[in-house]
């Protein structure tokens, strides 16, 4: 079983949609996660962060954990054509070895 | 201009030829890590380093070597590269000394080799 889950797609929603990310891990001890947006031929960029159960809104975005399901998502409202992208899920190991757990990526492809 | 800078962006190379890649952060930053980017396999990290002279291992370090003699280089080393090594390179940086726990990762542009 992988540390950290995400199907890989494509995810195609019409502009304007709603677009769900899910996003599943292992390891119950984990405390931070993170989604990262990657275009085609570019670097990860940090896109959101959650530490809590619950909900989290940043403008369009919207990052939802739940600790007990261990299961992250990430929502993105009025879907632009801007946001095909792949969206890559990231849990943050600590302890002795300190490091970003990512997740194999969703690709986004949102059609005008 | 906050950035990290990864040099070749694109290398073709043949089996056993030593290469190096370089990596530079003028952040002042003291976590450092390399990962490489494969189809199915996502972001899987190499090396990282907490500060100058030391390193450790990732997942994925059979292969390579690193080594940290200044706070803002942090080069990546293919001793004999073999086709395997063939992937998508990134090098980051984190301003958390301890290492990336708000997630807070800086990506050079990616540095893509292949191994003939």
């Known amino acids: 079983q992988k540390e950290v889950e995400q199907n890989s797609g494509p995810l195609s929603v019409p502009e304007g949609a709603i677009a769900s990310l899910n996003c599943t891990y292992s390891d119950r001890g984990s405390q931070s996660f993170f989604w990262y947006r990657q275009y085609s031929g570019k670097s990860p960029e940090l896109i959101m962060f959650i530490y809590s159960n619950g909900d989290k809104e940043d403008g369009r975005f919207t990052a939802q954990l739940n600790k007990a399901s261990q299961y992250v998502s990430l929502l993105i409202r009025d879907s632009q054509p801007s946001d095909s992208a792949t969206y890559l899920c990231?849990?943050?190991?600590?302890?002795?070895?300190?490091?970003?757990?990512f997740g194999t990526g969703t690709l986004l492809a949102v059609q005008p | 201009e906050a950035q990290v800078t990864q040099n070749p962006r694109y290398l073709i190379t043949v089996t056993g030829k030593k290469l190096t890649v370089t990596c530079s952060q003028n952040?002042?930053?003291?976590?450092m890590s390399w990962y490489r980017q494969d189809p199915g396999l996502g972001l899987r990290q190499i090396y990282y380093?907490?500060?100058?002279?030391?390193?450790d291992k990732g997942d994925v370090p059979e292969g390579y070597k690193v080594s940290r003699k200044e706070k803002r280089n942090f080069p990546l080393i293919l001793e004999s590269p073999s086709p395997n090594q063939t992937s998508l390179y990134f090098c980051?940086?984190?301003?958390?000394?301890?290492?990336?726990?708000?997630?807070?990762?800086?990506f050079g542009e990616g540095s893509r080799l292949t191994v003939l």
């Open positions: 980051a940086s984190s301003p958390e000394a301890g290492g990336p726990i708000t997630g807070e990762l800086f």
């Open positions: 990231a849990v943050y190991r600590g302890g002795a070895t300190n490091k970003l757990i």
């Open positions: 380093s907490m500060n100058v002279e030391v390193t």
């Open positions: 952040m002042n930053h003291e976590y």
